[in-house]
């Protein structure tokens, strides 16, 4: 078995008025992110873990926020597009694990859904997939509710033999 690691790392900004969908979920409250895509910053930072676990470049690069295609586009079908990438290269996710730092509203009630909804995406069960909400303690940007910051660290693994290797 080859093993891989990957790290990913997005912010957005937050704006009164638009709706927030984090985690492939849609979150209640008066802020959401200002973004080309829907703004899910969540699966922004995991498509660049996995990206970067196989040196694939990054999301920006695949899905450059010029193009008209990606204007307003559901997140979970850019992650969708990572995973086919992923899996077309005969790698399989083994766990992901993702750190949201948002100050208001509170997420900790909807990780649950969040956890469920990037595992369907992705294809695996949720026991494979972490999400854990913290605030700044109301320190910097985050802390002053100017924006979402979000980390994810995923490892993937492939049979030797998927790739031609002994
Ligand atoms: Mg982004």
Redesign the pocket.
Known sequence: MEFRIGQGY?V?RLEHGLPMVLGGVRVEGDTGFV?H?DGD?AI?ALCDALLGALALGD?GHLFPDTSEEFAGIDSRILLSRVMRLVRSQGWELGNADITIALQAPRIAPYVARMRESLASVMGVEPSRVSVKATTTEKLGFVGRKEGCEVWAVVLVRREKSACGEI
């Open positions: 997005d957005h973004a895509s910053v922004h999301i």
